[in-house]
């Protein structure tokens, strides 16, 4: 793509604060006109004051607004969004692939959608069979003989994980405190092992990316409960010591919990529960699509080994003789409940669509797409970025900064610039293991000829920092509403309720 577009005059703004189609929005707060109201509220009719001593002790701070102004409002923040409906959405590790607009009409069926978790198990067998034939789904495609549905996240998934193997343990009266953690884990791993009490103990990586072997078996005693470990992991490769791993970590009487956000890479091809793994998470809303980022919705299902099954969250579902059931209480070995109700329905009618659409064929197929793609777009960037570990990648491609080095530009000034270029940037700075690592995700539903653009900007970015532009990338991006932001202002004095003085105070 040429462009004829002058050399952009930073100094230069607008009249208006809007940049084209961009335009600026005062926070909601800042448009208030005291006594301004979108409808016509007749005057309160003189009454006896029954609730004195509870009376609000000033106004609630709501702004006036009329309601056009409030749909505008909305409406201007709505498209302030990248989504995955507009561009290639690079996030490595986060799986933001295409939608199927089926899903969401099933979703949206009043049969699924208008349902309250407190109706009568009988008018809800259908639910309950939709729940009962994912499980099954995932089952099969995990090799694994339990599932439990309750978990709204992959993180959730995690701790229903490693409370489940806790449960397993202390059953035996054997309280072990230590877990193994691989350096280039997803933070939520060692967060999830210490919020419940375990030691974390980090296992560094090798020079192929890779959990080292020999400095993981070294780490192994009666102490260790067992392994979080990410397979594929978060450089994008599979770990191919895995059941080498989890022999030692059984030897040493311990449990491997995998942490299978990257499910996508394999699926079809590789069940887990061949690879030795007692305890797994899927991230329905990465691998089996539904909509997800921004702290949306999620799903987040763990899928269990024989000896781990017993110790699964309440409440289940199971089929019999009178058709479905849901167990609420079995007074058995579970470690209890792990949220309100059942599971998000609306992942669960979401992913089995997508899994019903594609069939079991069509989903082997998605992981090989996936992996191709990824290693399209490491193969065409291999020459102008550096690529972190050496061969080809699974489902995500990661490169480190020494393309950078010399040239005065960072990885954030980097993915600063693409935003200019109206891409979301990848994923910075992750996994920790790679210097200024930049990692991507094309997922299978990207066209080739949607990656080509994309990797012209990458690799015309990548050549604008070499040829000395370093100035350019540090004033980017140009064309937001806002430039850079003070994240480091942002995090530690945040402003979370509106006060105009100290508000501009601290904008001064
Ligand atoms: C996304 C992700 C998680 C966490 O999943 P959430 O659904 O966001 O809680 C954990 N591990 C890895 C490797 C991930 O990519």
């Not at 009719?45 to 409002?73: D, F, I, N, T, Y």
């Not at 979080?228 to 978060?234: D, L, Q, S």
């Not at 797409?369 to 050496?390: E, G, I, K, T």
């Not at 990656?451 to 970015?461: A, H, K, M, S, T």
């Amino acid at each position: 793509m040429t462009t004829s577009n002058p050399p952009i005059n930073t100094s230069a703004g607008t009249i208006s604060g809007n940049r084209g189609l961009q335009l600026e929005e005062p926070l909601i707060f800042e448009m208030d006109v005291p006594g301004r109201s979108g409808v016509d509220l007749p005057d309160v009719p003189k009454h006896k004051e029954r609730l004195a001593g509870m009376k609000r002790k000033g106004a609630v701070g709501l702004p006036g607004l009329a309601e056009s102004q409030v749909v505008r409002h909305y409406t201007k923040l709505s498209q302030k969004n990248y989504a995955i409906d507009m561009s290639v959405y690079p996030l490595g590790s986060c799986t933001m692939k295409h939608n199927p607009r089926i899903n969401e009409k099933i979703a949206r069926l009043p049969g699924i959608a208008d349902l309250h978790p407190m109706q009568p198990v009988s008018t809800v067998q259908g639910a309950l069979e939709l729940i009962d034939t994912l499980a099954h789904w995932l089952k099969t495609l995990t090799g694994m003989p339990a599932v439990a549905m309750s978990p709204a996240a992959g993180a959730h998934g995690e701790l229903c994980g490693m409370l489940t193997i806790r449960a397993a343990q202390l059953a035996k009266g054997d309280a072990r405190k230590r877990i193994l953690v691989p350096e280039s884990a997803h933070g939520t791993n060692p967060a999830t092992a210490a919020s419940i009490g375990y030691e974390v103990d980090p296992v560094p990586a090798d020079e192929r990316g890779r959990v080292d072997l020999a400095a993981f078996k070294a780490k192994l005693g009666p102490d260790v409960a067992g392994t979080m470990i990410t397979n594929p992991n978060t450089c994008g490769l599979f770990e191919n010591d895995i059941i080498d791993i989890a022999d030692a970590v059984h030897g040493a009487g311990g449990y491997f919990y995998c942490d299978g956000a990257n499910f996508n890479a394999i699926v079809g091809r590789v069940r887990p529960g061949d690879l030795g793994v007692d305890a797994m998470h899927i991230n329905l809303h990465k691998t089996f699509s539904t909509p997800h980022g921004g702290g949306g919705p999620g799903s987040g299902p763990v899928v269990l080994s024989e000896a781990l099954a017993p110790y699964a969250p309440l409440p289940y579902v199971v089929h019999g003789a009178n058709g479905f059931d849901l167990v609420e209480h079995d007074g058995g070995k579970s470690f209890g409940r792990l949220k309100g109700f059942h599971g998000q329905m609306g992942m669960f009618s979401r992913a089995l669509s997508y899994i019903l659409s594609h069939g079991a064929d069509g989903l082997r197929q998605v992981s090989g797409d996936a992996v191709l793609n990824a290693n399209y777009l490491q193969a065409s960037l291999r020459s102008d970025l550096s690529v972190a570990f050496p061969g080809t990648c699974m489902h995500e491609a990661l490169f480190n900064d020494d393309f950078l080095e010399g040239t005065g530009v960072t990885t954030l000034d980097f993915a600063k610039a693409m935003i200019d270029e109206g891409y979301h940037p990848m994923t910075m700075y992750f996994p920790l293991v790679v210097h200024g690592a930049l990692l991507m995700e094309p997922t299978e539903t990207e066209s080739k000829d949607g990656l080509d653009r994309y990797i012209e900007v990458v690799q015309g970015l990548a050549r604008r920092a070499k040829a000395g532009d370093a100035a350019y990338f540090h004033g980017a991006p140009y064309h937001t509403p806002r430039r850079r932001l003070d994240e480091t202002l942002a995090a530690r004095q945040p402003i979370l309720r509106w006060k105009p003085e100290e508000t501009k105070k601290a904008a001064e």
